[in-house]
């Protein structure tokens, strides 16, 4: 990771930045709204933690203590995907994940459909509720250093 961070500070421009953005490694969470009304609130037993996201942490750190990158604003925020249905949800992510191939746990997969059956029931029976799915995420706003 380090080494595409060195060739994007060969990219950008000296009064340019890099916006990085990436997932903070905690439970994400679905939830169920019918107005003001919290239905669900349950964590997403298949939320990946891998040592991805430990090491985009490193390779910022190693690039800003290699002088190559320094660390204008740094900040967290929630991610939200909102949802009318279940289905419209898994749909949404099986897009967005359409490239991993990655074989899923099957002891996950069974607290993945537990947690979708029970999300699914309470949205048959309420009217007019929505799914959202929260993530904590990171932004940092860094500027080249050293030379030009």
């Known amino acids: 990771m380090v080494h595409a961070l060195e060739e994007i500070r060969r990219l950008v421009k000296a009064d340019g930045c890099l916006i990085d953005i990436h997932p903070i490694p905690n439970a994400a969470l679905f939830k169920i709204h019918r107005g003001s009304e919290l239905l669900l609130a349950e964590p997403d037993p298949g939320y990946d ?13 190693e690039a800003v203590q290699r002088g190559l990158f320094l660390i204008e604003r740094k900040d967290e925020f929630e991610l939200v995907t909102y949802a009318s249905t279940l289905a419209e949800l898994r749909d949404y992510w099986a897009a967005y994940g359409a ?6 746990d099957e002891a996950v997969t069974a607290q993945e459909d537990a947690v979708y059956a029970k999300a699914d029931e309470i949205m048959q029976n309420a009217p007019g509720a929505e799914i959202t799915y929260h993530e904590r995420a990171r932004i ?3 500027e080249p250093v050293g030379e030009e």
């Open 49 to 61: 933690t891998d040592e991805s996201i430990p090491r985009a942490e490193e390779a910022l750190a």
């Open 99 to 104: 490239y991993d191939d990655t074989p899923k």
């Open 140 to 142: 940092t706003r860094m």
